[in-house]
Each structure stands twice: as C-alpha cells, then as structure tokens.
C-alpha cells in the first residue's frame, strides 16, 4: 500500500495541541523527524493533535512513536466536515496504541468523503500514564491528495 500514498504533514500544515508541559517539548518536535525530541501534553486526558492541511486530503495511515509509559493506548480520530453551512467534527475511527517505545503504523478504514477533509483531530482518550500524560516522538500521516 506504500507505494501510492505520501506525507500528507509538510510546512505548510498548521497544528495545534491541546496542551504542552513546557517549550521544551513543544508541538513543533512531533513532525521534526528528530528522535531526540517530543511534544509532551500536560497532565489531563483528553488531550488532542489537530492537523490542518494545505490541500483537501484522504488519510489512509497514522504512525505514531510514543515515549512507553506516556502512550495514548485508545485515541479517536475525527474529521472536520461541513453539516448545514457549519464546520463540525465528526468521529471516524479509532485506534488502540501498545505501551511500548517504538514506531506503530496503523492503516485506516476506507474513507467515506470522496472531497477529502481540510482538518484531521487526533484524540487520546486513554492514557499508559496514571496522570494522563502523553508524548509523541513522531507523528507521520499518509495518503492521497483528495480530487478537486
């Protein structure tokens, strides 16, 4: 399935976070491709990574590396669509991360919009950590550039 689908985060997707422990471990270290740094949220769940991109896209794949013991181990994802002339987020699917420290792909049921989604909310419901903490090392999704 690899062949055909891209990176759907490039400079020009604007993200947002829900909350962040300190600067250093802001949102900008979720997509810098650097295993040296992370964003890391504040104590509470939920929190959420929301992703808006540049162009209509059809998401196909989310890989997350969490740090083991601060994993998002049930998050949701929710598309922004439009019901009578008003944006609103409706849930999609959800995905069930292990607590461990390495990357985990995971593939995306069929989606339902043939226009694509201009923004993409992932939510972590559930926390490995007591105090429901999360930190991402990395964020990658992939898929198709939605047809105009």
Do not use: D, N, S
């Given at each position: 399935m690899s062949g055909d689908l891209t990176s759907l985060i490039t400079p020009d997707t604007t993200i947002k976070v829900s909350s962040t422990l300190d600067k250093s471990v802001g949102k900008k270290y979720l997509v810098d491709n650097n295993p040296e740094t992370c964003w890391t949220s504040q104590p509470g769940l939920p929190q959420?990574?929301?992703?808006?991109?540049?162009?209509?896209?059809?998401?196909?794949?989310?890989?997350?590396?969490?740090?083991?013991?601060?994993?998002?181990?049930?998050?949701s994802l929710h598309v922004e669509s439009e019901t009578e002339g008003k944006k609103v987020w409706r849930h999609w699917t959800s995905i069930y991360p292990e607590d461990v420290n390495r990357r985990q792909a995971f593939d995306l049921p069929p989606f339902d919009l043939d226009t694509g989604t201009g923004s993409l909310k992932l939510v972590f419901e559930q926390s490995s950590d007591f105090f429901g903490r999360i930190t991402v090392y990395d964020l990658k999704m992939e898929g198709t550039i939605a047809a105009t």
């Open positions: 959420h990574v929301q992703l808006t991109f540049a162009e209509r896209v059809i998401p196909k794949r989310i890989l997350l590396t969490f740090q083991g013991g601060f994993v998002g181990t049930q998050c």
